[in-house]
């Protein structure tokens, strides 16, 4: 009797043994479906973002296929048919997935973003508010700034000013609430905060055109007597204002330039009248130079000064002695030096008569 019981122990043992493990089995693999069934919607959902319809619905389909009782696979489903212009469809699919999981945040949140995009707002506000009692998700401050946008559109300006602090206060690094908020703060007439929810906005996120357009209105409402032309310039529009009136001074002096070397006789004249000289050389070389240094008549000498200047210091370099050339080149006259030249000639002509008498 003793052995008997011992054997039906043993077998009831080996019965319970095989039953755990076939249990751990069908958990592995219900879990593997779920990984590759969320792999598949992901795939799903990029396959639609490259416009490969198709592709995005077979992946779409074999996720449900493999994983039809958790919401992931429903609600991107939902998208799918939300973003090929099906709604109903895409309306049961969330429902579907928020009767799989009603507590779940990313359903709720999903659900309240279709019924925004649909106009239909407080319902949406009502579902964003439900995804936030959800403690294990993840993203609250992304349910928060989807009420308040919705809220805007009502349009509920202190609604959706209490949304998107609550965002922020969830997570300080999210751009589309900074903004929002120094808007709503400019329409309110608090230019203080709407200067310090853009400056927060832009130690989060690069300039755009709608922190550039509120930066100017808080600066035109500042300064009421600045027009709308001189506000807010950058520093790059200066830099090319300089070139371009640098570029500006060099086309004028290139075209005063070939103005004169197409016509010289009229741009001289003109620049001797403008001096009041006509007739005396003297005052008129001085205005030649002064022209000279004002770029008008460069590089324009008048034939008649040339000859005069020539005429006055004439070189000669063959017929002179070299030591007598160098003292009296620059100083002495032509006539003069001529008659002293000759002079010396006469003196050593002399000399050489008298030795050869000797």
């Known amino acids: 009797m003793w052995f008997k019981k011992i054997a039906i122990v043993s077998v009831l043992f080996l019965t319970l043994s095989a039953c755990s493990t076939t249990a751990k089995k069908t958990s592995e693999d219900e879990l593997q479906k779920i990984k590759t069934a969320k792999i598949n919607a992901q795939l799903g959902i990029a396959y639609l973002e490259q416009n490969n319809i198709q592709r995005s619905k077979q992946k779409l389909m074999k996720a449900i296929d493999l994983a039809p009782n958790i919401p992931e696979t429903w609600y991107s489903m939902a998208y799918f048919y939300e973003a090929t212009g099906n709604p109903e469809e895409a309306k049961r699919h969330y429902l579907k997935a928020i009767a799989i999981a009603p507590y779940r945040g990313d359903s709720q949140n999903n659900y309240g973003t279709f019924l925004c995009r649909k106009g239909e707002y407080k319902a949406s506000i009502s579902h964003f508010m439900l995804a936030v009692q959800d403690r294990n998700y993840l993203d609250p401050s992304d349910a928060y700034e989807n009420a308040g946008l919705c809220a805007q559109k009502i349009p509920d300006l202190a609604g959706a000013e209490d949304y998107f602090e609550q965002a922020i206060a969830e997570d300080p690094s999210r751009p589309v609430s900074l903004i929002k908020l120094a808007e709503i703060s400019f329409k309110k007439g608090e230019l203080e905060s709407s200067e310090k929810h853009l400056d927060q906005f832009l130690a989060v996120s690069p300039p755009t055109e709608q922190s550039q357009r509120l930066s100017k209105l808080i600066f035109l409402r500042r300064h009421p007597a600045v027009t709308a032309e001189a506000a807010v310039k950058p520093v790059v529009h200066k830099k090319k204002f300089k070139k371009f009136a640098g570029k500006r001074k060099k086309a004028t002096v290139k075209h005063a330039q070939n103005k004169l070397k197409k016509n010289k006789k009229p741009v001289l004249k003109k620049a001797l009248a403008r001096n009041g000289v006509k007739k005396n050389k003297t005052k008129r070389l001085a205005a030649v130079s002064k022209a000279k240094k004002a770029g008008i008549a460069r ?52 000399s050489v008569t008298e030795i050869q008498m000797v």
Do not use: G, S
């Not at 000669?316 to 030591?323: A, N, S, V």
């Open 299 to 350: 590089k324009h000498r008048p034939k008649r000064l040339a000859a005069a200047k020539a005429k006055k210091h004439k070189v000669i370099r063959k017929k002179q002695t070299p030591h007598i050339a160098r003292q009296i080149k620059k100083t002495v006259p032509v006539k003069k030096y001529q008659h002293f030249n000759n002079n010396l000639m006469a003196e050593k002509k002399k």
